[in-house]
């Protein structure tokens, strides 16, 4: 099993940045790939961005998030980043770290079936 734990959200105003921070515990050994999502209100859960956790490679939603946010991982410390600059009203959402044992490629990526563990959420709000 692996524990995710998010940290890092907040109220923030337009064009500002947060950054987030999933650690993972448990076996960690286990993790191929880790990702956000996010889930606005009223809205489906969408996906944000994913790493490999081995190699490093990223993929992003394409439009809405790239060149704004940026994620990365330190594996000595097991925890996943999410650097989010240039804030917008509509990035306000629950965001969630997800993981899986599987290293994922392609398209499936962005699907929130291939992940087996979530983590609880953390609320981010972004003020005009």
């Known amino acids: 099993q692996v524990q995710l734990v998010e940290s890092g959200g907040g109220l923030v105003q337009a064009g500002g940045s947060l950054r987030l921070s999933c650690a993972a515990s448990?076996?960690?050994?286990?993790?191929?790939?880790m990702a956000w999502f996010r889930q606005a209100p009223g809205k489906a859960r969408e996906f944000v961005a994913a790493i490999n956790w081995s190699g490093g490679s990223t993929d992003y939603a394409d439009s809405s998030v790239k060149g704004r946010f940026t994620i990365s991982r330190d594996s000595a410390k097991n925890t996943v980043y999410l650097q989010m600059n240039s804030l917008k009203p509509e990035d306000t959402a629950v965001y969630y770290c997800a993981a899986t044992p599987a290293n994922i490629v392609g398209v499936i990526i962005s699907t929130m079936r291939v992940y087996e563990y979530w983590g609880q959420g953390t609320q981010i709000a972004v003020s005009t």
């Open positions: 448990g076996r960690t050994v286990r993790i191929g790939t």
